[in-house]
């Protein structure tokens, strides 16, 4: 078996919690907040990887890690058999918000990274056009974000991220903004970009249905603090590039019960924690 590309060994992140008016009043200390405890998990090069849980169980916060925005607690995150000390060109990060530079065009924001690099001018207007070219955006190379719908907004976020050529695509919610329709589109044309590069993806959703269709694993994290509850293997085989809805197969839904079995008690879970929170 190949090395992984990406490694979360027993990784733990605490936070300080912030102090209350009504601790300090009486003089008590807030406890730390544990995001994560004790995370393991490998993925494969090439391999198209969706982190699911409820809300609060260190989804994002295990992405910052591997973008190298924050160090673990305890652990180690490792891309290619190396530490993560820090944000790297090797990984390339999409957005629930696409921070678009509005002054800029689709090609400008795209070259906008290229520039940072050093990457030469001629050289920047070519790659620019290849990925605005790759996510369905021939045309509109000279349109403004507010010239563009959220949907082309997001492939324009897509096509900058791809630009710089990471190994690793890192997609915190990326589609959780837009209308199910578009949504749906960008998850096809996802798929068929990932087919083509060959990409290492790190998806996060709420999403149950988008886990399913986008990943070849999903990992269910279970209710603060995260852990990786199970892993689901998914394989749709077919149905994930047949003309038919993929989302209509038995085996779609059969993969779909089985994450929802899975999180189901973590959701419930996260909400008593809530309640018992507020309460304090």
Not at 104 to 132: C, D, S
Not at 236 to 248: E, H, I, K, Q, W
Request: charged share 30%; with cysteine; proline share 6%.
């Amino acid at each position: 078996m190949s090395e992984p590309k990406i490694r979360f060994e027993k990784v733990g992140k605490t936070f300080p919690a912030p102090r209350s008016r009504s601790r300090a009043k009486r003089g008590r200390r807030a406890a730390a907040f544990t995001a994560l405890d004790g995370v393991d998990l490998d993925i494969a090069p090439g391999e198209f990887t969706v982190l699911v849980g409820p809300s609060g169980c260190g989804k994002s916060t295990l992405l910052d890690l591997l973008g190298g925005l924050t160090r673990p607690t305890s652990g180690r995150v490792l891309v290619d058999g190396e530490p993560v000390t820090g944000p790297g060109h090797d990984r390339g990060t999409v957005f629930q918000q696409y921070a678009l530079l509005p002054w800029r065009t689709a090609r400008g924001n795209v070259e906008f990274g290229l520039e940072a690099i050093g990457v030469p001018r001629r050289e920047r207007a070519e790659r620019a056009r290849e990925f605005l070219s790759l996510v369905g955006l021939d045309g509109f190379e000279e349109r403004h974000p507010h010239e563009l719908s959220g949907g082309m907004r997001q492939r324009v976020a897509i096509a900058r991220s791809l630009a710089y050529d990471p190994d690793v695509l890192l997609m915190d919610e990326p589609f959780g903004a837009l209308d199910a329709q578009t949504r749906e589109s960008l998850q096809d044309e996802l798929l068929r970009v990932w087919q083509r590069t060959g990409k290492t993806v790190v998806f996060i959703t709420h999403g149950i249905d988008e886990a399913v269709l986008l990943g070849q694993r999903v990992a269910v994290l279970t209710s603060r603090p995260g852990r990786v509850k199970e892993v689901v293997t998914v394989s749709l085989g077919g149905a994930r590039t047949d003309a038919d809805d993929p989302r209509s197969s038995p085996e779609f839904a059969a993969y779909r019960h089985r994450v929802w079995e899975l999180l189901h008690d973590e959701v419930d879970r996260a909400q008593r924690q809530e309640r018992e929170a507020v309460a304090v």
